[in-house]
């Protein structure tokens, strides 16, 4: 979503950006929702709601992700998606997702502008320009696929990791060393993703998730 920033509070910085989405990641109550639909998984917005875990962690509200179906192929969106999750996300994916992105709570957004250079992000917390966006994000919400019609059961950070390292050659020992696991545990993990994947072999796994764009 691009929009003029006439009404709204530039920021200029990363820093600044992280801290308005922590403010409004921070606020009680409601839901908590943002879209991304741009081209590199650098994004400065994702880079802020990562920033954010500690007003995550243990909340009660509703948390609403979606992102565009094409890039649940791409490694780097595939372990935000994991991040995600693993904060109390609920993600979908969006073949429809408009342009930019968006962070919004109960008492503010973080929205693209357009730029003399591009793109940056602006906060916004007028009361009625609120309500409209909430009204916004419940289309694209419900106009979003869950991840198991978007693109298959996505891994875990954990699976991840040990997708990662096991394609570097690592044994199950030096995977479970490196990540503080033990050695049931990591074989475990490798025979959930071997079936997940519908693989007869690691090699096999490793191959197939590859080419849906986990590694």
């Not at 997702?97 to 929205?111: F, I, K, T």
Request: with cysteine.
């Amino acid at each position: 979503m691009l929009v003029d920033d006439s009404g709204a509070t530039r920021l200029k910085s990363q820093a600044e950006l992280t801290a308005a989405a922590r403010k409004i990641a921070g606020a009680g109550g409601g839901r908590l929702f943002y879209f991304w639909n741009h081209a590199s998984a650098e994004d400065p917005l994702l880079d802020a709601v990562r920033g954010c875990e500690a007003e995550l962690r243990g909340s009660q509200r509703e948390l609403h992700a979606v992102l565009p179906s094409s890039a649940l192929k791409t490694p780097a969106v595939v372990e935000q998606v994991a991040w995600q999750r693993e904060q109390g996300f609920a993600v979908r994916g969006s073949s429809g997702l408009p342009p930019g992105a968006m962070l919004l709570g109960v008492e503010g957004a973080l929205l693209t502008v357009r730029t003399g250079s591009g793109r940056g992000y602006v906060r916004v917390e007028e009361a009625e320009t609120l309500s409209v966006l909430a009204a916004f994000a419940d289309l694209l919400w419900e106009g979003g696929d869950d991840l198991s019609q978007a693109g298959g059961e996505l891994p875990t950070t954990v699976e991840l990791r040990v997708l990662r390292m096991l394609s570097q050659g690592a044994t199950d020992r030096a995977v479970a060393h490196q990540l503080g696991l033990s050695d049931r545990t990591v074989r475990r993990v490798v025979a959930q993703l071997t079936d997940r994947l519908g693989a007869q072999s690691r090699f096999e796994a490793g191959v197939r998730a590859v080419g849906r764009g986990w590694i």
